[in-house]
């Protein structure tokens, strides 16, 4: 099982979004069973959960201390992916959750505020060693800051080549406890969903090809 942990400092970036779209479309993609977590107070996760009429993705309850165990559970249980949504702020709760992580993902609008913020979130994930990907979300059309986002946040990190547009749909979804995909299987939101989920998917591949070379290299 590879657990997603998608954190970022910035309230509203768009991390319950995120984790929402990313679980249905992993079991949407036939990638397996997909499960959630919702690591902050605020529940907004638990919300979309609770009005989703779905039986999938599940969401599993685990108390704080008892993540690692709870983690081990899911995949006990056949689990492919567990999404962690995680609370807007700089936390030691946080930093535990992202010592969980296989891959942490980090929201960001393409706004000078959200670059500036992005750096402490950057420093967390980095001193936790995990890899990480940027996600740009609430993109507004053609406008040039999100090139200059793309190009600031290379600096730090991969950046996903699909990124998420401001769309209504997005929120329209959530408040009904659904993905925008699932409303609308043809539309641009279900085009950029599958996208960044086939970029999430990459990251996988080739952390497990460098852990293969680095094992053939120490094999002689
Ligand atoms: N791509 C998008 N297009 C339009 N609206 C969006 C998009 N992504 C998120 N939103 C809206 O922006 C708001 C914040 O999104 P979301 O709750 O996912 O952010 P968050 O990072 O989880 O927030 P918090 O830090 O408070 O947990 C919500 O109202 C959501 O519906
Ligand atoms: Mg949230």
């Given at each position: 099982m590879k657990t997603i942990v998608i954190t970022s400092q910035k309230g509203g970036s768009g991390k319950t979004t995120l984790a929402a779209h990313l679980a249905v479309e992993a079991e949407r993609s036939g990638d397996g069973a997909a499960w959630l977590i919702d690591t902050?107070?605020?529940?907004?996760l638990t919300t979309?959960?609770?009005r989703r009429e779905a039986e999938t993705p599940g969401l599993a309850e685990v108390a704080l201390p008892r993540l690692p165990q709870g983690l081990m559970q899911l995949e006990a249980q056949g689990a492919a992916y567990c999404f962690i949504d995680t609370a807007p702020a700089h936390s030691e709760q946080n930093k535990g959750v992202i010592q969980l992580a296989d891959l942490v993902l980090i929201p960001v609008r393409p706004s000078p505020a959200d670059l500036w913020a992005v750096s402490s979130t950057v420093e967390i994930v980095k001193?936790?060693?995990k890899p990480l990907l940027f996600v740009i979300t609430?993109?507004?059309?053609?406008?040039?800051i999100t090139a200059q986002a793309i190009a600031a946040l290379s600096q730090h990190g991969r950046v996903a080549?699909?990124?998420i547009a401001d769309r209504v749909p997005y929120a329209v979804a959530i408040t009904g406890g659904r993905t925008a995909p699932e409303i609308s299987p043809r539309s641009p939101a279900a085009e950029e969903i599958a996208a960044l989920w086939q970029d999430?998917?990459?990251?996988?591949n080739e952390t497990s090809k460098a852990a293969k070379q680095k094992r053939s290299v120490a094999n002689g």
């Open positions: 902050d107070q605020q529940a907004t979309w959960h609770d001193d936790a060693g609430q993109a507004k059309p053609q406008a040039s080549q699909a990124f999430v998917k990459s990251c996988f």
